[in-house]
């Protein structure tokens, strides 16, 4: 029964899933308008999910064998689909109104501080507000605030941002067999801390700067450099003896502002990265350059768009360099 | 006078001993299980008895029992929930200070129904009496044979571990409970899988409260259906209820189910009315999380039948004009209490023991719980009883855990039923730091 197959139908489109899919992978599956937002799940991290709640959906039909609906919301991220299963996302008014209800909690003790944040830009909290928030506030209160801290030689802990959605948790857990920060306190005082005189050193702890949604965590390399919109992001590769080498440089000009993994459309990293190509290496000589990463319309970050990605001068000059990238400078040649 | 069940012996001095246990009928539910019945005969008969979940739910435990997985070579446990933490309720641990060896023939009794060698007993950190008085319960019965290896020569092992929590209410939790037995952060699990499948360790696992384990005891001795002649409907038994508040005697009673609510109040037997002879102005019947009433719906339903102590009847109405069972936290308050401040007392607790894990939860508690300091405080807003109405909306049914919907059925109840009382408040900020508003309906305008 390897290839049985669970008919789904979301928001009216069906769709045929391996059986064990969630929701919000089907619903992946179909793309678009009706995939729920996902703040906290992460297909590549085990056990994420079911925290935000953004991505409550309403099962009409539970499946062929038991039509009831279900009695709540549940969270497409964790649960998984039935045959004939019947799913309203974008079609049901009580999953936008219960998503706008969680969208306003998120941001009731979020600083709004986008203005200085790295992460503003390319940030899911962003996203998500502006499509399913209100544009103003009915929270009249002090909001919880922290002071930044480093919580590692490059990484930067924003507490007053996050939204506690337990990523970079996991991260550390699964990628990096030690973890040196957990979450401390309870409800709305909870926080990321690390334990006791520790700081985030591993090989691969900078990738928990990929997995947050917010600006919570941010790379302190690349801190108050450049708004995000203003640079060019292209992937690249290198030969690491510690991980796939594959990353996209954040280029200012012909400077590499920033290394991160490459992100897909849902904003997850293809392959995580570890920290020697994230933060040392940022010269373009130690990279060989793919082409310009392919940014969405909808994103900033496609606001200066282009096509052509021109290498910097430090290639042409460098005979090695040059053929390395011999591809890339064609395809340059063949576009002007 | 009522039968009783579990607190048949309470009185006896020194019931809390194994010796005087066991000369008052202790331990035959154990002899009489383990010798002449086979597990699934006890689980057959807890099922006839009608016996549901004393924590809370109301979930029918013998049903609870028969989904528990069994693999090969997997091992079952069964946990005891003694977190009790609800505001209100204090029945588990009257019961785990006094009849500790209750619990223990208890859960003998069922560990041996669910074929688990080894169970737990996780009791809140707070209760510090309570543990080393099961943990000498535990000794005083391994001693005399009845844990341990082969128990009464019948093959049967089993070990009682006692567990002390850290004094968290979200580990009364049972998926909580497990993370924290476990040694985790108590944070709930996301179901499913549920903990007969995947609970402790991953293995199939039964989580039941103090109180239940109890019942198994009766149940076995008198046989299930015996035992299902108590109460009415689907309500069979006896119940545990902590009586709390303006009463003339506050304390853990023993009821039988289908016990007027009025009668429990007034009756001499049980609680004896109102101390210093007020009037009952509202009632929460079973623990801080379900809704509160008035009095002319507490003692009747909205079509006029008296209400019962029972699951159907304290239910009736839905949550419009009814309330729940609850834990069995009764806390009755007379005309001098203000519905607002003990909203706020609510909100404040939910606030501060909300884990954190999900968004609505962790966010919408603290908010309500300001914006009723807001009110009570004299700061108020009359638009701000809508809002805390549209608050306590998104957090209901949008949590992980019933912790949420917990936190907003006090908010949303005190203000369907007292909404006057709430803009008395707002409308007169300083007349309401001076005076409480009294009965629905009887404020003299100063």
Known sequence: MADEKFKVTIDGIPVEVAPGTTILNAARQVGGDIVPPAMCYYSKLEGSGGKCRTCLVKVSKGSEKDPRPMPKLVASCRTTVMDGMEVQNITSPDVLEARKGVVEMLLINHPLDCPVCDQAGECKLQDLSYEHGVSQTRYEFKRRTFEPIDIGDNIKLHMNRCILCYRCVYVADQLTGKREHGIINRGDHAEISTFIENALDNDFIGNVIDVCPVGALTDRTFRFKSRVWFTKPVDAHRDCPTCSGKVTLWYKGEEVLRVTARKDEYNEVEAFICDTCRFDKKKTVDWILEEPTPISKQSVIDANHYNVFSPPPVIKKNLQLQEANEEQLERTERLK | ?446
């Open chain 2, 1 to 446: 006078m009522a039968r009783k069940l579990l607190l048949a012996h309470i009185d006896v001095p020194g019931i809390h001993t194994f010796d005087v246990y066991r000369q008052n009928g202790g331990y035959r539910a154990v002899e009489k299980a383990l010798r002449t019945m086979s597990p699934d005969e006890v689980v057959e008969e807890v099922k006839k008895s009608g016996l549901r979940g004393r924590g809370g739910a109301g979930f029918p435990t013998g049903m609870k029992w028969g989904f528990l997985a069994k693999p090969e070579g997997v091992p079952r446990y069964l946990v005891c929930n003694g977190d009790e933490s609800e505001p209100g309720t204090f029945k588990d641990r009257y019961l785990m200070t006094y009849i500790p060896h209750l619990l223990i023939e208890g859960m003998i009794v069922s560990s041996y129904a669910l074929g688990a060698n080894t169970s737990y007993i996780y009791i809140r950190g707070e209760m510090m009496p309570q543990i080393h008085i099961v943990e000498k319960a535990i000794a005083e019965a391994k001693a005399a044979g009845f844990l341990g290896k082969n128990i009464l020569g019948t093959g049967y092992d089993l070990e009682i571990h006692v567990q002390p929590g850290g004094g968290a209410y979200i580990c009364g939790e049972e998926t909580a409970l497990l993370e924290s037995l476990e040694g985790e952060r108590g944070n709930p699990r996301i179901k499913p899988p549920f903990p007969a499948v995947a609970g402790l360790y991953g293995c199939p696992t039964v989580v039941n409260n103090v109180e239940s384990i109890a019942a198994t005891v009766p149940i076995v001795n008198d046989g299930g259906e015996e035992y299902a002649k108590i109460g009415i409907e689907r309500s069979t038994g006896t119940k545990l209820i902590s009586a709390s508040g303006n009463l003339v005697r506050p304390g853990v009673y023993e009821i039988e189910m289908g016990l007027p609510m009025e009668e429990f109040i007034y009756s001499d037997e049980y609680c004896g009315g109102i101390a210093n002879g007020k009037r009952l102005k509202a009632v929460v019947a079973g623990g801080s999380s379900v809704p509160i009433l008035p009095t002319h719906l507490a003692l009747k339903t909205a079509n006029g039948e008296p209400r019962l102590m029972t699951y159907e009847s304290l239910a009736d109405g839905g949550f419009v004009t009814g309330t729940a069972m609850g834990s069995g936290g009764f806390i009755a308050f007379d005309e001098d209490q203000c519905i607002v401040r003990n909203t706020l007392n609510f909100t404040r607790f939910y606030h501060h023991e909300s884990c954190g894990q999900c968004s609505p939860c962790r966010e919408g508690t603290g908010w309500m719980e300001k914006v009723l300091h807001k009110i009570e405080y004299g700061y108020g807003d009359i638009s701000d009883i809508d809002l805390l109405w549209d608050i306590q909306q998104k957090i209901d049914g949008h949590t992980i855990c019933p912790l949420g919907d917990a936190s907003a059925w006090p908010v949303a109840s005190a203000i369907r039923h007292f909404r006057d009382e709430f803009e008395w408040h707002i409308l007169h900020p300083e007349e309401a730091q001076t005076r409480n508003y009294g009965l629905v309906g009887e404020v003299v305008e100063s």
